[in-house]
């Protein structure tokens, strides 16, 4: 069955830092999503992306967030300067298109620590 | 977005059907009801959906309430492996993004 993948599977950095979380969505998926969770938080939804742009962004996605789909497999996230309450886990979401009956397929996440 | 309530936790034992509950009272024409849930230390997973007829699939059942404002998720034979947090979501009919609470966390015992 395809999956959503994501690469690093932890990541610790320094604060300050620049750090590019990746992940493979499904191929023939067209919507990409990031999310992160706090540990012992809710999962928060971050960014959507379609057609090569940003449809919605939440108050989280600030300036110093930024998504790319660089290729046909890739949707990257970066964070340009890591702050220590950037540590969370960070899961990539795809789905084939935007409508209430279709189902968002999660990645396994990346865990962030930042230092 | 439509508001739901769901317990913070329930408690089941293995083999036996377990009823999640989850109230809507706001909830709108065009929303859907969806369940995901979330494995220890894993990402959400879509576990099932409906709009107003009861629904069924390999992982579970959904009753949907003939006035739409509650929906139960019913395991039928609870196993350890489903000891999760499960979610349920409201989903408008062209909505992007997914909007989690604090969901239910079920514990199985053996």
């Known amino acids: 069955e395809p999956e959503v993948t994501q690469t690093p599977s932890h990541q610790v950095t320094q604060m300050g830092q620049e750090v590019i979380l990746r992940c493979v969505p499904i191929?023939?998926?067209?919507?990409f999503y990031w999310y992160r969770q706090i540990l012992g938080q809710k999962v928060e939804f971050l960014v959507s992306?379609?057609?090569?742009?940003?449809?919605?962004k939440s108050e989280i996605f600030d300036d110093q967030f930024s998504v790319e789909r660089p290729d046909g497999s890739n949707f990257t996230l970066k964070i340009r300067s890591t702050k220590l309450e950037d540590s969370a886990m960070y899961f990539c979401?795809?789905?084939?298109?935007?409508?209430?009956?279709?189902?968002?397929?999660f990645g396994p996440g990346t865990r962030l620590l930042v230092l | 977005d439509a508001k739901t309530t769901q317990p913070n936790s329930m408690e089941s034992n293995e083999e036996e059907p377990v009823h999640l509950p989850c109230n809507h009272s706001?909830?709108?024409?065009?929303?859907?009801i969806h369940w995901y849930r979330q494995l220890p230390s894993q990402g959400p997973e879509y576990v099932i959906h409906g709009l107003t007829s009861n629904v069924n699939n390999r992982m579970a059942s959904l009753a949907i309430a003939e006035d739409r404002k509650s929906s139960t998720l019913i395991l039928h034979r609870a196993t350890l492996r489903d000891a999760a947090v499960y979610y349920c979501?409201?989903?408008?009919?062209?909505?992007?993004?997914?909007?989690f609470g604090t969901g239910t966390r079920l514990q199985v015992f053996p």
């Open positions: 979501i409201l989903i408008y009919y062209n909505t992007d993004k997914l909007i």
């Open positions: 706001t909830i709108s024409g065009t929303d859907y």
């Open positions: 992306f379609y057609n090569n742009e940003i449809s919605e």
């Open positions: 191929s023939n998926h067209l919507y």
């Open positions: 979401a795809s789905r084939v298109r935007s409508a209430g009956t279709e189902t968002q397929y």
